[in-house]
């Protein structure tokens, strides 16, 4: 290859698609492309040319969707089907159409090391996982799903690259920086000298997917571990160039992952859309309900356990629990920022993801540490509340499948990986005894990652007929009765108040002006309901909900939903 100055080397050769290729580096280590658009022999064999103009797309009317319409479906794709491929998601669609979700969103399918992972350790960010599928199969899977109404969104990791597989260091120092450092070394070089080429390189792969995938939108994974002093910020100048890009003829939808709690990145414009990104994932909600339905107080659960239905209040009226106030958690150092000024849409809210789930060191589902009446309520006040929610992959049916840690590292990584999950969890007083540590599932061995693919074989048997027809229709019922009435829908719009410790209400204005009230105890005690709601029932649970509390009382284990019609 050709020098071509600043780092760069060329080399023009008539390649056409099927092509596999190499870099080597000064006559020595032969490496992949850091933008392989498909690497069918893994993170450490060659490349292969892609034709990216040959796939025949037939969504050109497609849109997308407003966001005020988002119900969201986590996939793994490696364990949502038997196949684990992108065909295996392709063939649930009419299912998850059925289901009422109206997005998918996928973890990370950029290229990691292996045939099994999460994908939160990926090092070809441009290349789908070949065990899943070839680039085909997977606009395939986004063109299929476009036809039945459905977005299909990714999730990407620009806070690191993966401990295996990474050949950047070899022959792009420039690539890192020692000007900061995060839980994984050197950082990625966002604002040091010679960063423009590594922000390009990310901003190019978010376009990449959004562009040549036809995708609806991205999940940008642990924003918080980016290390970036510069103005613009990456996060900031990324949004940008996505909004003036695809944004710029279609809904194109960018979440966050930030444990900082930025609002600023989710400011609105005067016309009420997103600015730079449209909302972030709000752990605080899910951790004020794990809370509550579990009694777990343990690491970050603690800064909850003192005010559980204060801080669930919170969240469903103002955004993040967390605005500013100290966390024990964190050494009693603040977190967050003001978020009332922002509509409900700004915050995904979840009762399960991939992350609070795997990383229990057994991977227990919900429905599995919950009581079943509990876990009911809190669904009904979850799905109709106003903030767009977050279904993990299996949770409509109450999949008792775990969701586990696993990973397809070589022989001396994987040793450590497994030693390092098992030490883990010592701090717990479960795990204390290295007998029971042993317990913990080895993340290397395949045994665990068939053991965290979902059993689609038991939908028509009880509880999970049950609970599937439960998601049914709390989903029609949102799209039917909520979803139209949330454009426009301002900051500022909710009011919450604490009944007792375990129940709340809160109160929303809508944005077309009607009124949208909850009233959830998640007790196993009848407390007082609060006074009169301000609207007639929409959804109560269990049946009967709404004349107890026309008698002052909300029933243990309940949530009663209503709706009063707007004056504008």
């Known amino acids: 290859m050709t020098a071509a100055g600043d780092g760069w080397w060329e080399r023009v050769e008539a390649a056409p698609a099927g092509t596999r290729y190499r870099f080597r580096i000064d006559d020595g280590q032969e490496v992949p ?40 479906y986590e ?30 969103e996928l973890m990370p399918v950029a290229d990691f090391p292996g045939k099994r992972g999460w994908g939160y350790d990926g090092v070809l960010p441009f290349a789908p996982e070949a065990a899943y599928g070839r680039p085909e199969d997977f606009k395939r899977l986004v063109a299929q799903a476009h036809a039945r109404g459905l977005m299909v969104m990714l999730d990407v990791v620009y806070n690191h690259f993966g401990p295996e597989g990474n050949y950047l260091h070899a022959y792009a120092k420039s690539f890192f920086t020692e000007r900061h450092h995060t839980p994984w070394g050197a950082a990625i070089n966002f604002d040091d000298a010679a960063s423009r080429n590594v922000r390009e390189f990310f901003i190019h792969n978010a376009l990449y997917w959004l562009e040549e995938f036809h995708l609806d939108g991205l999940r940008l994974d642990a924003v918080h571990a980016i290390a970036d002093d510069s103005r613009p910020d990456i996060l900031v100048e990324l949004a940008e160039r996505v909004r003036a890009g695809p944004g710029a003829a279609r809904e194109i939808h960018l979440v966050l992952e930030n444990d900082r709690n930025q609002s600023r990145y989710l400011v609105r414009t005067d016309a009420g859309r997103a600015r730079w990104h449209t909302a972030q994932w709000n752990d605080d909600i899910h951790h004020a309900f794990h809370v509550l339905l579990t009694g777990e107080s343990d690491g970050y659960y603690a800064d909850y356990a003192e005010r559980p239905a204060w801080s669930l209040g919170r969240c469903l009226a103002e955004g993040y629990a967390q605005q500013g106030e100290p966390s024990g958690f964190r050494e009693g150092h603040t977190r967050g920022e003001p978020s009332v000024h922002l509509p409900p849409s700004a915050f995904v809210s979840l009762l399960q993801t991939h992350d609070q789930v795997g990383n229990r060191a057994l991977g227990e589902r919900l429905c599995m540490l919950a009581p079943e009446a509990a876990l009911r309520a809190a669904t009904v006040a979850w799905l109709l509340a106003p903030p767009p929610p977050m279904l993990f992959m299996g949770e409509e049916y109450a999949a008792t499948t775990p969701f586990l840690f696993f990973c397809d590292f070589g022989p001396e990584l994987a040793a450590a990986v497994t030693a390092g999950r098992r030490k883990e969890f010592a701090g717990f007083a479960r795990f204390r005894d290295p007998a029971a540590q042993a317990q913990i599932p080895d993340p290397n061995d395949a045994a ?103 008698s002052g009382q909300l029933p243990p284990y309940s949530a009663a939903v209503f709706l009063a019609a707007g004056d504008s």
Not at 472 to 499: D, H, K, S, T
Not at 539 to 549: H, N
């Open 33 to 72: 492309d850091p933008a392989s658009r498909y690497n069918p022999e893994d993170v450490h064999g060659p490349s292969e040319v892609i034709d990216p103009n040959a796939f025949d797309w037939r969504d050109g009317s497609w849109r997308g969707l407003p966001w005020e319409e988002a119900v969201l």
């Open 75 to 104: 996939v793994h794709v490696g364990t949502f089907s038997p196949e684990g491929t992108f065909a295996g998601v392709e063939a649930r669609l009419d299912y998850l159409s059925g289901l009422g979700v109206t997005a998918i």
């Open 448 to 550: 665990t990652f068939a053991r965290s693919r979902l059993d689609w074989t038991c939908l028509d048997h009880e509880p999970h007929a049950g609970w599937l027809a439960l998601y049914r229709e709390l989903l029609a019922l949102r799209r039917a009765q909520i979803a139209p009435r949330l454009a426009r829908m301002g900051g500022n719009a909710g009011r919450f108040e604490v009944l007792a410790g375990a129940a709340v209400a809160v109160a929303w204005r809508l944005g077309d002006g009607s009124r949208l009230e909850l009233r959830l105890n998640l007790a196993s005690d009848s407390v007082a309901s609060g006074g009169p709601p301000g609207g007639a029932p929409l959804r109560c649970e269990p049946g009967g909900t709404a004349a107890f509390i026309a």
